[in-house]
Antibody
Framework: QVQLVQSGAEVKKPGASVKVSCKASGYTFTGYYLHWVRQAPGQGLEWMGWINSDSGGTSYAQQFQGRVTMTRDTSISTVYMELSRLRSDDTAVYYC??????????????WGQGTLVTVSS | DIVMTQTPLSLPVTLGQPASISCRSSQSLVHSDGDTYLSWLQQRPGQPPRLLIYKISNRFSGVPDRFSGSGAGTDFTLKISRVEAEDVGVYYCMQATQFPRYTFGQGTKLEI
C-alpha cells in the first residue's frame, strides 16, 4: 500500500532553516510528483510547490520563491523540503502529498502524516 | 493566480440530512486538454487531508457513494446525501488547472 512517512517535529529559531523528509513506499517512486502543503495552526491549506521525483525538476509557489528548496534521493525513495530564513509565521504542519497518476492526475491522492515545525525564539 | 472561494465557511448539519458546499473559481478551470482539474478533500480533526473527489465528479478509491461532486467552468459543488457523524471536519476544494500553480479554497467546516 502507498505510504508517505515524514520526519519528526522540529523547533527552530527565527532565521534558521529546517529540512523535512518524506519517505515513500508501496509504489514506483520515480513515477509520481510529490507536493508540499502547509497548514498554520487553525488555518487552511497552503500549496508550497512540487518536485518531479524522476527528473528532480521543481516548481514553487511565488510566496516561497528564494526560501524553499525541494530535493529528492531516488536511492531511498525520499523527498526533502528545506525552508530557510524561518519566521514565526512559518510555524505550521508541513505535509507531503503524492500527485495521482492516470485518471487521478493533478489531485493529491496520498498524504504524509504531517510534520509540525515550530519557529520560536 | 486563480482564487478559489468556498461557501459557506461553516455548515451546521443534522445527521441523516443532506449537505452541500460550493466552490467558485476566479477563472474557468477547463484546461486546454479539455479536462477540469478540480478536486475535493476532507480533513477530519487531527488528521491529514484525504482525497474525496478528483476531476469534478470522480470518487477516489474507498470514498462512500454518499459523496458526489458536480459543476463546470467556474462553479462546483460537493454534496453529501446523508451526513454521518464521521463526516465532521473541514472540506477543501483545490484547482490544478493552472499548472504548475495549485490553489486551495479557504475550507468549509462541517459540524453536527
Amino acid at each position: 500500500q502507498v505510504q508517505l512517512v515524514q520526519s519528526g517535529a522540529e523547533v527552530k529559531k527565527p532565521g534558521a532553516s529546517v529540512k523535512v523528509s518524506c519517505k515513500a513506499s508501496g509504489y514506483t517512486f520515480t513515477g509520481y510528483y510529490l507536493h508540499w502543503v502547509r497548514q498554520a495552526p487553525g488555518q487552511g491549506l497552503e500549496w508550497m510547490g512540487w518536485i518531479n521525483s524522476d527528473s528532480g525538476g521543481t516548481s514553487y509557489a511565488q510566496q516561497f520563491q528564494g526560501r524553499v528548496t525541494m530535493t529528492r534521493d531516488t536511492s531511498i525513495s525520499t523527498v526533502y523540503m528545506e525552508l530557510s530564513r524561518l519566521r514565526s509565521d512559518d510555524t505550521a504542519v508541513y505535509y507531503c502529498a503524492r500527485e495521482g497518476g492516470g485518471p487521478a492526475v493533478a489531485s493529491h491522492d496520498y498524504w504524509g502524516q504531517g510534520t509540525l515545525v515550530t519557529v520560536s525564539s | 493566480d486563480i482564487v478559489m472561494t468556498q461557501t459557506p465557511l461553516s455548515l451546521p448539519v443534522t445527521l441523516g440530512q443532506p449537505a452541500s458546499i460550493s466552490c467558485r473559481s476566479s477563472q474557468s478551470l477547463v484546461h486546454s486538454d479539455g479536462d477540469t482539474y478540480l478536486s475535493w478533500l476532507q480533513q477530519r480533526p487531527g488528521q491529514p487531508p484525504r482525497l474525496l473527489i478528483y476531476k469534478i465528479s470522480n470518487r477516489f478509491s474507498g470514498v462512500p457513494d454518499r459523496f458526489s461532486g458536480s459543476g463546470a467552468g467556474t462553479d462546483f459543488t460537493l454534496k453529501i446525501s446523508r451526513v454521518e457523524a464521521e463526516d465532521v471536519g473541514v472540506y477543501y476544494c483545490m484547482q490544478a488547472t493552472q499548472f504548475p500553480r495549485y490553489t486551495f479554497g479557504q475550507g468549509t467546516k462541517l459540524e453536527i
